[in-house]
């Protein structure tokens, strides 16, 4: 058995995470981090001050990360001195935050760290790749994307993974975030940022030519999408060789 502690364990995403963990037949749910104590399907949740010496008392294989970008790269800290291996699904981390969880994981433990495990979104940036690469002339492009009220980044993890991927094909690009006031459109990707209600998850690539459009998009219309994907590579990093990975590496992509 694969034992797991949560991050983030009673928030939105770390409940189906560990409602998920406990049904599986491979992993053991042995605990939770949050920023209170409690508990959640029988397993203790602490403070994440405390998620030091929590660690070195349960002993956990996989620590699953679904946190805000401050906290994250604390726990991840924690957790690859350990030598416990990672899923990290926290997104809006900085550059500087990004060197210091890369310099905390190459070498010391295995670290899927994805902005998101859904595997439709994985295969949906593979359909972006290879229209924009087909599309690279005569097309304008423009991203949008949705979420729920509560979400505090913006634009999204997703949405940054699908702009890195709509630069790598098409060349660097200005990013524009919305757009006011009198000015006509140039070679550069319009970024569109919808906050509200109770909505999982959207993105969609509009390549606009002429005399034609093709929008490329994903819908999830529920967290348990990302919560199954983050298990599964759960499953899959523990025992690995040590250093980043991706959901390709896990779904063999």
């Known amino acids: 058995m694969t034992k797991v502690v949560v991050c983030g364990a009673l928030g939105r995403m770390g409940t189906i995470i560990g409602r998920l963990v406990t049904e599986s037949p491979d992993l053991e749910l042995v605990g939770g981090v949050d920023i209170r104590e409690g508990s959640f399907y029988g397993a203790p949740v602490v403070e994440a001050e405390k998620i030091g010496e929590f660690l070195d008392e349960v002993r956990p294989d996989v620590l699953i990360d679904f946190t805000v970008a401050s906290a994250s790269v604390e726990n991840i800290k924690a957790a690859a001195s350990r030598g416990v291996a990672l899923v990290v699904g926290t997104t809006g981390f900085s550059v500087e935050q990004r060197e210091e969880i890369r310099t905390?994981?190459?070498?010391?433990?295995?670290?899927?760290?994805?902005?998101?495990?859904?595997?439709?979104?994985?295969?949906?940036?593979?359909?972006?790749?290879?229209?924009?690469?087909?599309?690279?002339?005569?097309?304008?492009?423009?991203?949008?994307?949705?979420?729920?009220?509560?979400?505090?980044?913006?634009?999204?993890?997703?949405?940054?993974?699908?702009?890195?991927?709509?630069?790598?094909?098409?060349?660097?690009?200005?990013?524009?975030?919305?757009?006011?006031?009198?000015?006509?459109?140039?070679?550069?990707?319009?970024?569109?940022?919808?906050?509200?209600?109770?909505?999982?998850?959207?993105?969609?690539?509009?390549?606009?030519?002429?005399?034609?459009?093709?929008?490329?998009?994903?819908?999830?219309?529920?967290?348990?999408?990302?919560?199954?994907?983050?298990?599964?590579?759960?499953?899959?990093?523990?025992?690995?060789?040590?250093?980043?990975?991706?959901?390709?590496?896990?779904?063999?992509?």
């Open 104 to 253: 905390a994981v190459e070498g010391h433990v295995p670290a899927v760290i994805s902005s998101n495990y859904s595997v439709g979104v994985n295969i949906f940036w593979k359909l972006i790749r290879e229209a924009a690469r087909l599309l690279r002339e005569g097309y304008d492009v423009e991203v949008t994307e949705a979420h729920h009220r509560y979400k505090k980044d913006a634009p999204s993890g997703t949405a940054k993974t699908i702009l890195e991927i709509l630069d790598e094909e098409l060349g660097p690009r200005p990013h524009v975030y919305g757009r006011e006031g009198m000015k006509e459109r140039e070679n550069e990707i319009g970024v569109h940022v919808v906050r509200g209600g109770d909505i999982v998850g959207d993105h969609s690539v509009l390549f606009a030519g002429n005399y034609e459009t093709i929008e490329l998009s994903h819908r999830a219309y529920d967290r348990a999408v990302f919560a199954s994907g983050a298990v599964r590579a759960a499953a899959w990093t523990h025992g690995r060789t040590p250093g980043i990975y991706s959901m390709d590496d896990v779904l063999g992509l």
